[in-house]
């Protein structure tokens, strides 16, 4: 298992198009699409939380799930004791949302207001990993999540592993949404447009009370690597 670089300056993928068919075109601003997979893959590094929705008893349900991005899939880690896991025992169809706030765009009414972001969407049947798949699927979320904090730590435990499961989906059904920038309408003189950038970055650590160790070697350049993400589109 080897995981796939997220980097949206990746050679390997740069040329590399995602098909457009009736699931996964866009049809609200349908210019906002893009259909590199280099695109997909920087808003898949920039995101951290996956809305992911499913019919359980018919009804339709939406839970956060992290993810990472592993062999040309998502893999995504949560409760064996949630309904998603109970649906999910032969494979389960879903779609799961990433999107990124970039900004407030301020036009000349509200109605042309909106705002600046990233959004993929992945349409599949995600299945579950088992064995020791499933092992190397934890660590390469938690590595994804905590770079190098696998290493400091003690590994999970038998009862752990039995109480988390892990979903595998293709992106072979993926729909890329960017806006970025300026309002559209032309600029006027009596009235400000524009718009505001937006980034989520990491702060400073804070250690929990009573605790007297030394900081985490894997700390400062974790929070410098997800900040200069966070902060490479603005570039």
Same mark, same amino acid.
């Given at each position: 298992m080897t995981h796939t670089p997220l980097s949206a300056n990746s050679e390997d993928v740069a040329d590399d198009a995602l098909p457009v068919n009736e699931e996964t075109q866009v049809h609200r601003y349908r210019w906002l699409q893009r259909t590199s997979r280099s695109d997909l893959y920087e808003v898949l590094e920039a995101g951290l939380i996956a809305h992911v929705g499913f019919l359980r008893d018919g009804k339709p349900m939406v839970i956060p799930m992290a993810y990472a991005l592993v062999d040309g899939h998502m893999l995504m880690h949560g409760s064996t004791g949630a309904g998603l896991n109970r649906t999910a025992k032969q494979g389960v169809e879903l779609c799961a949302t990433i999107s990124i706030c970039d900004g407030l765009v301020y036009a000349q009414n509200l109605?042309?207001?909106?705002? *600046?972001?990233?959004?993929?969407?992945?349409?599949?049947? =995600?299945?579950?990993?088992?064995?020791?798949? !499933?092992?190397?699927?934890? !660590?390469?979320?938690?590595?994804?999540?905590?770079?190098?904090? /696998? *290493?400091?730590?003690?590994?999970?435990t038998t009862r752990q592993m039995a109480a988390t499961y892990v979903l595998k989906l293709a992106l072979d059904?993926?729909?890329? !949404?960017?806006?970025?920038? =300026?309002?559209?309408?032309?600029?006027?003189?009596?009235? /400000?447009?524009?718009?505001?950038?937006?980034?989520?970055?990491?702060?400073?650590?804070?250690?929990?009370?009573?605790?007297?160790? =030394?900081?985490?070697?894997?700390?400062?350049?974790?929070?410098?690597?997800? *900040?200069?993400?966070?902060?490479?589109?603005?570039a």
């Open positions: 109605f042309d207001s909106t705002l *600046n972001y990233r959004c993929a969407i992945v349409f599949g049947t =995600a299945i579950p990993v088992e064995g020791e798949a !499933k092992t190397t699927a934890i !660590k390469a979320i938690s590595e994804r999540l905590m770079p190098g904090r /696998w *290493n400091e730590v003690e590994p999970p059904q993926v729909s890329v !949404k960017i806006r970025a920038g =300026a309002p559209d309408d032309s600029p006027v003189d009596s009235i /400000w447009t524009g718009y505001v950038p937006m980034v989520t970055q990491l702060l400073d650590p804070v250690a929990q009370e009573g605790v007297n160790a =030394a900081e985490a070697p894997s700390l400062r350049p974790a929070i410098s690597r997800f *900040n200069d993400i966070a902060i490479r589109h603005l």
